[in-house]
């Protein structure tokens, strides 16, 4: 059974950092591409970033490049989304998520896998 763990979510002022992590069992996540997403109450979940198996290509959100960064470490079976510079806007509920194969982007159709979700609130 393939599970995903969010973790590191919290409350943090305008301006900061935080540090998401996605722990995965039940799947290798070095033979997969990953990826994070977003949703806010009443809103669809928007994609924010992804990764591909590798780790040697990765996409961003317009609204997060060049501040937030997606890694992986698969010796840790784990992956990683470092969000510095937050604004009040990136205020979510934040997923990550696995596809059947080794596929990678930006729709939600891609993935098949699902965390339970981490929030992230930022004061103004």
């Known amino acids: 059974q393939v599970q995903l763990f969010e973790s590191g979510g919290g409350l943090v002022q305008a301006g900061g950092s935080l540090r998401l992590s996605c722990a995965a069992s039940g799947l290798t996540l070095s033979r997969h591409g990953m990826g994070w997403f977003r949703q806010t109450p009443g809103k669809e979940r928007d994609f924010v970033a992804a990764?591909?198996?590798?780790?040697?290509?990765?996409y961003y959100a317009d609204s997060v490049k060049g501040r937030f960064t997606i890694s992986r470490d698969d010796a840790k079976n784990t992956v990683y989304l470092q969000m510095n510079k937050l604004k009040p806007e990136d205020t979510a509920v934040y997923y990550c998520a696995a596809p059947g194969g080794s596929a990678f982007g930006s729709s939600r159709n891609l993935y098949d896998y699902w965390g339970q979700g981490t929030q992230v609130t930022v004061s103004s």
């Open positions: 990764i591909n198996w590798s780790g040697g290509d990765t």
